[in-house]
């Protein structure tokens, strides 16, 4: 019995050593840390220290992976065999595609920005992939640094605080927007979003600005069982007020009860009320 156990011993001294090499061997890889998860499996992270700076390179399921990772964002940062990496060069490989990018921005602009952000002179790029490229005024920076855009369904979102919050919507586009109509891009990129180049023609519910004998005017329209107009108005207010009035008749009478509503910042509630008491909406809205 004794010469068994002394067998068992010896054998399980031989796996601790097996395993205790392995160990050091892919510790020996550059830029290579051995992990373990909470449920024991074990994993592997990879980094690099660039400028006095330690950057986090991702997890991997391989010390060889990680290994790999690490010389790829080593090659775009010290170079390799004299040739400058670019963005364009990224293909499918060890090291991820905003890894990708944040290790030429920080090689190109000496500062490492989490995400696939790029710096640009008072502003910055956001790469989606190779071919979509987002374009924010340098103010956004500090945001995108620590919301990351997702793309589901040619939707763009952030996910905050457990909610996922349009990025069209933070620059004042509305979810019933239509493109060419309610807002439009400047210089006709649908992905640039610094500032001066998004244009809100029709800024609120129901709202649309038209072009009648040459003067504009403004036409309020809510959807019942199709578009009923409710009004043309010479003042964008007025025709977002006349839109919150066409909704409080048609609640009131049972017609519906989850219209939006238009918020106005730039008058008081006193004025509001004034002008919610003049304003005259079709005789059809009660009717209906």
Not at 216 to 230: N, P
Request: charged residues 25%.
């Amino acid at each position: 019995m004794t010469k068994t156990g002394s067998t068992k011993t010896a054998g399980s001294g031989k796996k601790n050593r097996a395993a205790g090499d392995r160990e050091k061997a892919e510790q020996r890889l550059a830029g290579v840390y051995p992990a373990v998860k909470k449920d024991g499996t074990p994993y592997y992270r990879a980094s690099l220290t660039y400028s006095s700076k330690h950057i986090s390179l991702g997890s991997f399921d391989t010390a060889e992976a990680a290994n790999a990772a690490y010389k790829a964002a080593a090659a775009i940062l010290r170079g390799e065999g004299g040739r400058r990496i670019t963005i364009d060069d990224y293909d499918e490989g060890p090291l991820p595609f905003e890894k990708w990018i944040a290790m030429i921005n920080l090689r190109d602009n000496g500062i490492y920005c989490r995400g696939p952000i790029y710096l640009r002179n008072r502003y910055f790029e956001y790469y989606l992939d190779k071919d979509t490229i987002l374009r924010f005024d340098a103010s956004e920076l500090f945001y995108y640094t620590h919301h990351s855009i997702q793309r589901r369904g040619g939707h763009l979102f952030v996910a905050d605080y457990g909610s996922q919050l349009n990025v069209y919507a933070r620059y004042g586009i509305k979810s019933f927007a239509v493109c060419g109509k309610d807002y439009y891009f400047k210089n006709n990129d649908r992905y640039d979003f610094r500032s001066g180049n998004v244009v809100i023609v029709n800024p609120y519910f129901g709202v649309t600005k038209e072009t009648v004998r040459a003067r504009d005017t403004f036409t309020t329209r809510i959807h019942v069982r199709s578009d009923l107009i409710v009004g043309h108005y010479s003042e964008l207010t007025d025709a977002a007020i006349a839109y919150n009035k066409a909704a409080d008749i048609l609640e009131a009478a049972g017609v519906r009860s989850n219209f939006n509503r238009n918020y106005l910042e730039d008058i008081s509630e006193a004025e509001y009320k004034l002008r919610y008491a003049r304003i005259k909406v079709s005789k059809r809205i009660a009717k209906t």
